[in-house]
């Protein structure tokens, strides 16, 4: 999986110097960037993951919090850490439709920890936790549109 870092790095490279396309191939990753006419890049890469062919076929959150509806802001987060979209996409809780969550409620995380994907522009992104704790609530349905910065998971730190 490309890092995303390393992504925007290209983009900004393809934007300085008026490149059209930019073309690069590993042993691991196969990656081709294409600016369109109004200079926005267009990503190109073959999906790392299945995804679920329909919202319908989604796990959602109430599965992974043992029932319950994804918890609201209105909770109280003193002393909580939340895990946030680094991008906006489609949220995924598990590699596919047929896998398990990559995290529930109760279960401990650590920075490298991957919580969930998020796709953008068919490139599926592991998101790190980037924090050490107890999952206290996910707050996103698979399947559904995420904002950059928006709150994915509220964290108990360790």
Known sequence: MID?????ELVRLMVENDLSELDLHDQQENVTI?????????????PQYAQA???????????????????????????????????????YAAANPDAEPFIT??????????????????VFNEIKAECTGTVERVLVNTGEAVE???KLFMVKPA
């Open 105 to 122: 409620v109760g279960k401990s995380v650590s920075a490298d920890s991957v919580v969930c994907l998020v796709e953008a522009m068919k």
């Open 4 to 8: 995303i870092r390393k992504l925007k």
């Open 53 to 91: 062919a329909t919202p319908a076929a989604a796990t959602p959150a109430a599965a992974m919090t043992g029932g319950a509806p994804p918890a609201e802001s209105a909770n109280d987060d003193s002393g909580l850490i939340a895990i946030e979209s680094p991008m906006v996409g489609t949220f």
């Open 34 to 46: 294409k600016r369109g006419g109004e200079g926005q890049p267009v990503m190109v890469a073959p």
């Open 148 to 150: 950059f910065g928006q």
